[in-house]
């Protein structure tokens, strides 16, 4: 059969069964509204009624209904395995990885209580649905709620059973299910027993996540494990990362892949539309995965910003040793911090301009911001208070805002100082940005062919290197493919941008 005649009848069946597992599907919601509206009417949001006969008919009668609704749209078998633990035994279940809508399945076939924005439980049919299950609702106009869905979920989790599981996908985000990535540490602040479950779509093509493009399967396959309780230690109640990441080993080990200590966060970090966008081989994703495990990433990023540009304007770019590091960062000299002071230790000589760190904890904070950092950048290395600087200075503030240990900025200094005075200023730079939205491909990555390489070239860690840093204490069961597990393009690419990352597993 040929190409066309194959996405022929991809498209003549496509066109067939959609209406009618779209009906189905509006049916099966239909037909459940009303055994929810019953099963919330009168219901506080505060407290859990006892689950008499009635109210447990109605749980079999939705969990039935929305198993329909899954068969219709396509879902004609799905495997589990395991057994689910009492709400008494675990309270929190963590489900990875999350790669689809469909990994809603699990939450209809056990009636888990979510987390959810608090804007759903208003949406006609499905807000009813929604509130049925109890989830904790937050939201995004509250500042402080954040911070209260962290409280209900842990209070609810200490009720001793008496609430419904809570259902909790801590990757916190979705991914194509090639590794793991970190854990946010919500699920694991309560400090209570958790039930790691693992799902699996093993069909032959993958139509399933979110980032494939292509045809649908007339029947994919599902398969989730309730894996063996996990009860903490005294010393993982105390630290939920650590909790975190031992439970993201075992779900690892599970599902037979690897797992990378980089999170959404790095992502977001990585496709920055600033003005200046970072290379493939940069190192400030290690470095942001440094500042998070420190504990340095602020909730208020320009006030500290801030303060720390201030304190390194006094110190007059004199380096600092990794004591005096410690010391600006407030911060216990460990092995960690030694990594990140490596980041920047250039010349191997122990000793490094903190003013670097604080551009890289500017990029790192608000990607976005690149004006901004280098403003910032401009301001800590000007050295008569004229707002100039150098082009070894400028050279400086740019390869280290791009992470990377080499950077000739020759061409781009020469461009900008077309008076040749030897010196450039801020705002010089901006009407240099402005007049070139461009600039760093024709002035950067054209003059700079290493910027397009590949990472991991060096045997010590730089601000090159960000694969090659093997952090003491990270969980690891076998190295991801590359960094971030990115899917790199195969050069043919469309527009300026060629190398550099094009798609993640994160979307």
């Known amino acids: 059969m040929t190409p066309f005649i194959q996405r022929f009848v991809h498209t003549l069946d496509g066109i067939t069964l959609f209406p009618i597992r779209l009906l189905m599907a509006a049916f099966m919601m239909l037909l459940a509204w009303p055994f929810a509206f ?8 505060d407290s859990v009624e006892p689950q008499c006969f009635w109210r447990r008919l109605v749980d079999i009668i939705l969990k039935i209904i929305m198993r329909v609704m899954w068969f219709a749209g ?39 209580s979510i987390v959810m924005k608090a804007e759903s439980k208003d949406l006609l049919l499905w807000g009813t649905l929604i509130k049925f299950i109890r989830p904790v609702f937050v939201s995004r106009s509250d500042q402080n709620s954040r911070k209260m869905t962290v409280e209900e979920i842990k209070r609810r989790a200490q009720s001793g059973g008496e609430w419904p599981q809570i259902m909790i996908f801590p990757e ?17 602040i309560p400090g209570v027993p958790v039930q790691p479950v693992v799902i ?36 993982e109640k105390k630290n939920p990362l650590l909790f975190a990441v031992n439970v993201r080993r075992i779900m690892a080990k599970a599902l037979g892949v690897p797992i990378t200590d980089y999170s959404f966060e790095d992502c977001q970090l990585a496709m920055a539309e600033g003005q200046l966008r970072l290379p493939v081989d940069t190192c400030l994703l290690e470095f942001a995965k440094l500042v998070r495990r420190l504990g340095l990433k602020s909730k208020n990023p320009e006030k500290d910003l801030l303060e720390y540009g201030t304190r390194a304007m006094k110190l007059e770019g004199q380096k600092q040793s990794l004591e005096d590091f410690a010391q600006f960062l407030d911060l216990p000299v460990s092995d960690m911090l030694r990594d990140m002071f490596a980041l920047f230790d250039e010349h191997e000589d122990n000793r490094i301009d903190v003013r670097e760190y604080v551009i890289a904890l500017s990029v790192a904070c608000r990607p976005a911001k690149t004006m901004d950092t280098l403003k910032l950048a401009f301001k800590m290395f000007e050295s008569d208070n004229d707002g100039a600087i150098t082009e070894a200075e400028l050279a400086v503030i740019l390869k280290t805002a791009l992470g990377v240990s080499r950077l000739s900025v020759s061409r781009l200094f020469s461009s900008i100082d077309s008076k040749d005075t030897g010196k450039v200023t801020y705002d010089m730079f901006k009407r240099f940005v402005e ?3 461009e600039f760093d491909e024709e002035y950067l990555y ?25 952090l003491p204490g990270i969980a690891t069961t076998k190295p991801a493919n590359g960094i971030f597990c990115p899917d790199f393009s195969d050069g043919k690419t469309d527009g300026l941008h060629k190398n550099r990352i094009k798609r993640f597993i994160l979307i």
């Open 74 to 112: 396509g879902f004609h078998w799905i495997s589990v395995k395991g057994q689910r633990a009492l709400p008494s035994e675990a309270s929190i279940l963590t489900l990875a990885p999350h790669s689809s809508y469909f990994d809603a399945i699990p939450v209809t076939m056990t009636m888990s």
């Open 435 to 437: 007049e070139n939205p």
């Open 172 to 188: 916190g985000t979705c991914t194509n299910r090639s590794c793991l990535i970190t854990f946010k540490p919500g699920a694991f």
């Open 446 to 470: 054209v003059v700079n062919p290493q910027l397009q390489r590949g990472p991991c070239h060096q045997k010590k860690p730089s601000l090159s290197s960000l694969a090659c840093l093997n």
């Open 200 to 235: 699996r779509y093993p069909n032959k093509l993958d139509t399933i996540t979110w980032t494939w493009q292509g045809p649908g399967a007339c029947h994919p396959i599902m398969f989730f494990q309730f894996l063996p309780i996990y009860t903490p230690s005294e010393e």
């Open 38 to 45: 019953l099963a919330t009417v009168g219901r506080s949001e």
